[in-house]
């Protein structure tokens, strides 16, 4: 297992101040969750065994047995489905650092995505979670309108040409370092630019896609662990109800019934009734529209399969 590295081990094992290297976000060092953590989504998880966590704990063994192990991967799908935790927890497995660069604030720092893999490249073995890689390096002309004419979700800013130059030689810099794995998040694969898909670049895909009925029912247990239901609050059915809702919108519905139970229950415990349901679903809504979520299955079945296998 790769050696913990803390704030100030980086400020004694190099040149640069740790104000530097907060510019380039590194907000976890050390992973704080695990694939036990995160709820749902079995089958993507063993993508991630797969894709990211093979190729960093087991890269030798897989070299004698002849296979060429992916040089990075690109990790696509909507808004609050979890691809960042899903990455840390592959970090946390694979006992490597971890490192993340938040592709949104870098549009304009072609510096920071540069010291960024410096930085990967002093701390081996690291699995960097490139974030926004869409907005990073965008395809010319790309269009991020839906089917229904809208474009939610759209970009409010994207990489100068220069920070889109940076992060192509940059990625494509360390594709064969066997210590170094680049996983790419992004919301929408089609924008991208495919120079990134390249076997020589990030040559592999996962695809996480908003919950299953399966998913949902998994992450509203986990959100509504720590209370009482009462009889009418039945959580099969509120998975049902809630086909467009990613994980992030169905934690806020569970933290908002909650706080509505707090206004009427006594004694200790939280008692979650049907009604506090009812009326947190009116003040959350779920992200995905039933155009966004037909156009986000339409891309995936476009796509290229073969880069979605080992």
């Known amino acids: 297992m790769a050696p913990r590295m803390s704030y100030e081990d980086i400020e004694r094992s190099s040149e640069k101040s740790i104000e530097e290297y907060l510019e380039v976000y590194i907000d976890v060092l050390e992973p704080r969750f695990s694939f036990d ?26 070299k004698k047995a002849g296979i060429q192990p992916p040089t990075g991967v690109i990790v696509w799908g909507p808004l609050g489905t979890g691809r960042g935790h899903l990455i840390e927890a592959s ?38 979670h490139l974030m926004d890689l869409d907005w990073l390096a965008p395809r010319k002309d790309a269009s991020y309108e839906w089917s229904d004419g809208t474009t939610r ?11 889109h130059r940076a992060v192509h030689e940059e990625i494509a810099s360390v594709a064969y370092d066997e210590e170094i794995f680049v996983a790419a998040s992004c919301y929408r694969i089609d924008v991208l ?34 209370v009482t239901l009462a009889e009418d609050a039945l959580l099969e059915k509120l998975a049902e109800e809630t086909e467009y809702y990613v994980g992030w919108d169905l934690e806020s519905l569970a933290r908002k019934a909650k706080l509505l139970a707090l206004q009427h229950t006594s004694g200790d415990g939280i008692v979650v009734t049907k009604e506090d349901i009812r009326r947190a679903m009116k003040s959350v809504e779920p992200w995905l529209t039933p155009a966004m979520a037909r156009d986000y299955d339409r891309i995936r079945a476009e796509d290229c399969v073969h880069k979605y296998n080992f």
């Not at 072609?110 to 960024?116: D, K, L, P, W």
């Not at 979700?153 to 920070?163: E, H, I």
């Not at 630019?193 to 919950?211: H, N």
Request: some cysteine; glycine content about 6%; aromatic content about 10%.
């Open 193 to 226: 630019d495919q120079a990134f898909t390249r076997t020589s670049m990030l040559g592999r895909k996962i695809y996480v896609p908003r919950p299953s009925y399966e998913d949902r029912l998994a992450i509203l247990r986990h959100y509504f662990s720590g």
């Open 37 to 62: 953590d995160i709820a749902g989504y079995e089958e993507v998880k063993e993508r991630f065994r797969d894709i990211v966590v093979t190729p960093l704990k087991y890269g030798e063994a897989l």
């Open 153 to 163: 979700g759209k970009p409010d800013k994207l990489a100068l040409p220069q920070v």
């Open 91 to 128: 970090a946390r497995e694979a006992g490597v650092n971890y490192i993340i660069i938040r592709g949104r604030e870098c549009t304009a720092h072609e510096e920071v995505i540069r010291r960024a893999f410096d930085w990967a490249r002093e701390h081996k073995p690291v699995l960097v």
